[in-house]
């Protein structure tokens, strides 16, 4: 569904994570976007009617206690910055990333959710994961790293559920493991050919 494209101003107030009232005023022009407060969204996204699309093509939907932000197969390389900052949920699986940078996710601190499956990344920069403390779930699957730089969990310290190839996790260090104290499900995309986890 797209979202309307005329011209009008209305103010609105929407819930935030947190329960207070973000009071904006948002204007949707002919190209039905505009950056407000760092946050490019249109009106009928911030008025919780319909799913719409950012400028990189990423559908945003808001519900009362998630921002989604579905940037998935959209042959992306670099992460998207116009996501909005308060995005609980984050979709980036099938695109082109390769290398995930230095503090990658730093204006995502709500973030919960995190999929990065099939996105040909390579590396993984130790800081990469800085500023995540919200983060729940994470999905590294199908990728052609070879190794981790150790901690590179050590900010996740709310990760209950890690998906990641077997190879990936017998290399990372076991005594970085105790950084992820809330660790609950661990789920690969094969088994060792012993059936035993190192």
């Given at each position: 569904?797209?979202?309307?494209?005329k011209?009008?101003?209305?103010k609105?107030n929407?819930?935030?994570?947190?329960?207070?009232?973000?009071?904006?005023?948002?204007?949707?022009?002919?190209?039905?976007?505009?950056?407000?407060?760092?946050?490019?969204?249109?009106?009928?996204?911030?008025?919780?009617?319909?799913?719409?699309?950012?400028?990189?093509?990423?559908?945003?939907?808001l519900?009362?206690?998630?921002?989604?932000?579905?940037?998935?197969?959209?042959?992306?390389?670099?992460?998207?910055?116009?996501?909005?900052?308060?995005?609980?949920?984050?979709?980036?699986?099938?695109?082109?990333?390769?290398?995930?940078?230095?503090?990658?996710?730093?204006?995502?601190?709500?973030?919960?959710?995190?999929?990065?499956?099939?996105c040909?990344v390579?590396?993984?920069?130790?800081?990469a994961?800085?500023?995540?403390?919200?983060?729940k779930?994470?999905?590294?699957?199908?990728?052609?790293?070879?190794?981790?730089?150790?901690?590179?969990?050590?900010?996740?310290?709310?990760?209950?559920?890690?998906?990641?190839?077997?190879?990936?996790?017998?290399?990372?260090?076991?005594?970085?493991?105790s950084?992820?104290?809330?660790?609950?499900?661990?789920?690969?995309?094969?088994?060792?050919?012993?059936?035993?986890?190192?």
């Amino acid at each position: 569904m797209h979202c309307q494209s005329k011209a009008y101003a209305n103010k609105v107030n929407i819930k935030n994570l947190h329960g207070g009232t973000i009071d904006m005023m948002t204007t949707i022009l002919t190209k039905g976007i505009k950056e407000t407060n760092d946050i490019k969204i249109r009106l009928d996204v911030l008025a919780g009617i319909s799913p719409c699309v950012l400028p990189n093509h990423c559908d945003v939907a808001l519900t009362k206690e998630d921002v989604r932000c579905n940037c998935s197969s959209k042959a992306l390389t670099h992460i998207p910055t116009d996501c909005p900052s308060n995005t609980t949920d984050l979709e980036l699986s099938d695109n082109n990333l390769e290398i995930i940078s230095k503090k990658a996710f730093t204006k995502f601190t709500q973030l919960r959710y995190l999929f990065l499956s099939n996105c040909h990344v390579t590396s993984i920069d130790q800081s990469a994961f800085d500023n995540l403390t919200h983060l729940k779930e994470l999905s590294l699957l199908n990728n052609p790293m070879k190794t981790f730089v150790g901690n590179i969990f050590a900010p996740l310290g709310k990760l209950q559920v890690l998906h990641i190839s077997y190879d990936l996790l017998s290399k990372y260090p076991g005594e970085s493991w105790s950084d992820v104290l809330h660790l609950t499900n661990v789920f690969t995309c094969s088994e060792p050919s012993n059936g035993l986890f190192a």
